[in-house]
């Protein structure tokens, strides 16, 4: 039974923060794997300035490699927008894996804005790891509050029980201050060093086109 963290986003471009607090929560949290889901298209994000998925897919690919981190573009596939409903069929589809939804505390702050966030708290346990600026208003928000009486260590997953939800692991280590928006103000032509190329989900090995936005 294979112990899976989650990050979803919509890495535009993937960057070495994103493998930095992934090789962290691979570590802390004794994970076998980290999966990031390339989001299709995020519903609290403007499309405007959006790579495309396949664009997005392979910066994820490229700075996944050498590591346990495996993109995917598994989403598409499953045919979900909302995390919510990701979550459930990755179950489905995987019944033999334990998850652990990763996600930052500026996530945190806002969660109670995503769809059925409740159902996204009792799938699976939540990991948040701390973002410079942003902990203060995660533990005041709705579903920072809410969340906060199901407060665990990161070793409560070290056995069966533990990963039962709803559960809270707060997870710290030194702030990580690169973003992609700094990324595509310095760089706005990122996606084209990534067209054309022939790319295979690493997930589900299905192979990815090139043309899909």
Excluded: C
């Excluded at 490699?65 to 993109?71: A, D, L, N, S």
């Excluded at 509050?145 to 029980?161: K, Q």
């Amino acid at each position: 039974m294979k112990r899976i963290g989650l990050l979803g986003g919509s890495f535009n471009p993937a960057h070495g923060g994103h493998r930095r607090i992934s090789l962290f929560a691979l570590k802390t949290l004794g994970l076998d794997e980290v999966w990031w889901l390339v989001s299709p298209g995020n519903p609290l994000k403007p499309a405007a300035g959006m790579a495309s998925l396949a664009a997005r897919l392979a910066s994820a690919m490229r700075q996944a490699k050498g590591t346990r981190i495996v993109p995917s573009q598994i989403e598409r596939e499953l045919g979900t927008r909302y995390t919510a409903d990701t979550l459930r069929a990755l179950q489905r589809r995987y019944p033999k894996h334990r998850f652990v939804w990763l996600m930052g505390s500026d996530n945190l702050a806002q969660l109670h804005r995503w769809r059925d966030w409740r159902r996204i708290a009792r799938t699976m346990p939540i990991a948040v790891i701390a973002r410079p600026g942003y902990d203060g208003s995660a533990r005041a928000s709705l579903a920072g509050a809410w969340l906060g009486r199901y407060r665990r260590s990161a070793a409560s997953l070290n056995n069966r029980a533990g990963w039962s939800a709803p559960a809270l692991i707060t997870l710290r280590f030194d702030p990580d201050p690169r973003s992609a928006t700094a990324i595509r103000r310095a760089d706005p032509d990122w996606a084209r060093r990534y067209a054309g190329h022939a790319l295979r989900d690493p997930l589900t090995h299905h192979p990815v086109d090139s043309d899909i936005a």
